[in-house]
């Protein structure tokens, strides 16, 4: 049977326990997820306009010089991901996740705004191609903070027990993000097509940044800090100590070994992740030679789909465990990367999108358990700057990259399966990876206090402790 719940009127003992107010659960969800949003608008925009943009701002260079540019521009943002992840992710840990993640979203949305506002070539010569990757660069910078900040933030203020379905809403956002901005520059490209767009309304995708920009930040104003942090600064004042103390130095010297695991386990899922959602769509119209929008068809839908299981697969996840689900996905990747590129390269529309939904399954498998794993290996005091140096040292190198490496590998060999071979090999390390993590599903964070969904969750849990030290 069950237990009746305490009358109102009983106080109940809940100890050092939080109880997660619901009010502001809902208000932490939106305003993160809101950021990864915008943040992943941008890279579907620019992911999708690639081989628009490359006549624009390269227009005296062939086709395959223009596309490897504009994947090296693509790749140029995740280079200064690192020192941004440094900056924000310390900063994070000295005054608040809330002002940090304020910060980010700001200069994300400023600087894909101004993408819009761009003089091309024929404006200004190659300075114009100089200026776009300035801002390309800024942005890397600023979402160095933006998503490892959002991760730690959401894990924070979530219930233990369900914490994988509430981050999993933030990479559900990203693809959603990826997914609006390449559905605009498609639809744009069949209203309008290829010579409109090359002539001026390719900048129309950046431009609608700049609203969605302050719709995001007005919901980020109103979230409440994370109960961790608060009460990790609460305690430090009391203690008079004065303002949190971050060195960054002593972090990665105590936390070397779950930063070097974050840095296998964003090699393994977003090498997939980026060859899925940025490289697909050009390789689909150069290597393959499909029209442009037919190749975009054939993707975003999936991608659609991805984003809706992606708390699914968090709730799955907080069942089963993170270990299992992403054994799960590396495994698919190893046994199934080279049938599904050979799928794609077939002629049928069916087989392609076979192809790619076999590349696209495992990575909402991986996606939809990291966000709840990566800030469960660190402690609650560093856990902002740990996480967010080494989640972006692995996207600069494997992440953001991905794109122009395996379209090199493609272009060099003369091979499309030298993509699912490279895949592979990543996925085997993100396997050895999580053979040496440890389990976090449904358990308290490092450093912090229980978070839980009701006081009658907290007494309990608070009697059973006293018991257990009696």
């Given at each position: 049977?069950?237990?009746?719940?305490?009358?109102?009127?009983?106080?109940?003992?809940?100890?050092?326990?939080?109880?997660?107010?619901?009010?502001?659960?809902?208000?932490?969800?939106?305003?993160?997820?809101?950021?990864?949003?915008?943040?992943?608008?941008?890279?579907?925009?620019?992911?999708?306009?690639?081989?628009?943009?490359?006549?624009?701002?390269?227009?005296?260079?062939?086709?395959?010089?223009?596309?490897?540019?504009?994947?090296?521009?693509?790749?140029?943002?995740?280079?200064?991901?690192?020192?941004?992840?440094?900056?924000?992710?310390?900063?994070?840990?000295?005054?608040?996740?809330?002002?940090?993640?304020?910060?980010?979203?700001?200069?994300?949305?400023?600087?894909?705004?101004?993408?819009?506002?761009?003089?091309?070539?024929?404006?200004?010569?190659?300075?114009?191609?100089?200026?776009?990757?300035?801002?390309?660069?800024?942005?890397?910078?600023?979402?160095?903070g933006e998503f490892t900040g959002?991760?730690?933030?959401?894990?924070?203020?979530?219930?233990?027990?369900?914490?994988?379905?509430?981050?999993?809403?933030?990479?559900?956002?990203?693809?959603?993000?990826?997914?609006?901005?390449?559905?605009?520059?498609?639809?744009?490209?069949?209203?309008?097509?290829?010579?409109?767009?090359?002539?001026?309304?390719?900048?129309?995708?950046?431009?609608?940044?700049?609203?969605?920009?302050?719709?995001?930040?007005?919901?980020?104003?109103?979230?409440?800090?994370?109960?961790?942090?608060?009460?990790?600064?609460?305690?430090?004042?009391?203690?008079?100590?004065?303002?949190?103390?971050?060195?960054?130095?002593?972090?990665?010297?105590?936390?070397?070994?779950?930063?070097?695991?974050?840095?296998?386990?964003?090699?393994?899922?977003?090498?997939?992740?980026?060859?899925?959602?940025?490289?697909?769509?050009?390789?689909?119209?150069?290597?393959?030679?499909?029209?442009?929008?037919?190749?975009?068809?054939?993707?975003?839908?999936?991608?659609?789909?991805?984003?809706?299981l992606m708390p699914f697969v968090?709730?799955?996840?907080?069942?089963?465990?993170?270990?299992?689900?992403?054994?799960?996905?590396?495994?698919?990747?190893?046994?199934?990367?080279?049938?599904?590129?050979?799928?794609?390269?077939?002629?049928?529309?069916?087989?392609?999108?076979?192809?790619?939904?076999?590349?696209?399954?495992?990575?909402?498998?991986?996606?939809?358990?990291?966000?709840?794993?990566?800030?469960?290996?660190?402690?609650?005091?560093?856990?902002?700057?740990?996480?967010?140096?080494?989640?972006?040292?692995?996207?600069?190198?494997?992440?953001?990259?991905?794109?122009?490496?395996?379209?090199?590998?493609v272009r060099t060999t003369g091979?499309?399966?030298?993509?699912?071979?490279?895949?592979?090999?990543?996925?085997?390390?993100?396997?050895?990876?999580?053979?040496?993590?440890?389990?976090?599903?449904?358990?308290?964070?490092?450093?912090?206090?229980?978070?839980?969904?009701?006081?009658?969750?907290?007494?309990?849990?608070?009697?059973?402790?006293?018991?257990?030290?009696?």
């Amino acid at each position: 049977m069950t237990e009746p719940a305490a009358p109102e009127s009983t106080a109940l003992d809940t100890g050092t326990i939080n109880v997660v107010r619901k009010r502001e659960l809902r208000r932490a969800v939106r305003g993160t997820f809101v950021g990864n949003i915008m943040e992943w608008y941008d890279v579907g925009v620019f992911g999708y306009l690639i081989v628009t943009l490359g006549p624009v701002f390269l227009p005296e260079a062939d086709q395959a010089t223009q596309v490897i540019f504009m994947l090296g521009t693509f790749a140029s943002t995740y280079l200064f991901r690192p020192l941004g992840g440094l900056l924000f992710g310390w900063l994070g840990d000295k005054i608040g996740r809330k002002r940090v993640l304020f910060m980010t979203l700001t200069l994300v949305a400023v600087a894909t705004f101004l993408i819009g506002l761009l003089p091309g070539y024929s404006m200004i010569g190659a300075s114009a191609a100089v200026l776009l990757v300035a801002l390309k660069v800024l942005q890397g910078f600023s979402a160095g903070g933006e998503f490892t900040g959002a991760l730690t933030f959401i894990s924070e203020s979530a219930p233990d027990r369900r914490r994988g379905f509430y981050a999993a809403f933030l990479d559900g956002g990203s693809y959603l993000g990826f997914v609006l901005g390449a559905a605009i520059v498609t639809v744009m490209q069949v209203l309008y097509g290829q010579e409109a767009m090359e002539a001026g309304l390719w900048r129309v995708p950046f431009l609608i940044a700049g609203p969605l920009g302050l719709i995001a930040v007005y919901l980020r104003m109103r979230v409440e800090e994370s109960p961790h942090f608060a009460a990790l600064a609460a305690e430090r004042s009391a203690d008079a100590t004065g303002p949190l103390k971050v060195n960054p130095l002593r972090v990665f010297a105590s936390n070397w070994r779950p930063m070097l695991l974050v840095v296998l386990l964003v090699a393994a899922a977003n090498s997939a992740g980026y060859a899925f959602t940025s490289y697909m769509p050009t390789y689909l119209s150069t290597v393959l030679e499909h029209d442009a929008v037919q190749g975009n068809l054939f993707s975003l839908p999936l991608m659609l789909l991805m984003a809706c299981l992606m708390p699914f697969v968090g709730m799955l996840s907080d069942r089963l465990g993170r270990k299992p689900v992403l054994f799960a996905a590396a495994i698919w990747v190893i046994v199934l990367a080279f049938p599904a590129f050979m799928l794609i390269g077939a002629d049928s529309p069916v087989a392609i999108v076979g192809g790619l939904a076999l590349i696209g399954i495992p990575v909402a498998l991986y996606m939809g358990t990291l966000a709840s794993t990566y800030p469960a290996m660190f402690p609650t005091a560093s856990r902002n700057t740990s996480l967010g140096v080494s989640y972006n040292i692995s996207i600069a190198l494997f992440g953001g990259t991905a794109p122009l490496v395996i379209d090199s590998l493609v272009r060099t060999t003369g091979n499309p399966a030298a993509a699912a071979f490279y895949l592979m090999g990543m996925s085997v390390v993100g396997l050895i990876a999580v053979c040496c993590i440890r389990e976090t599903a449904g358990q308290a964070l490092a450093g912090s206090e229980p978070n839980v969904e009701t006081e009658l969750e907290a007494h309990e849990l608070h009697l059973a402790r006293s018991a257990a030290n009696a």
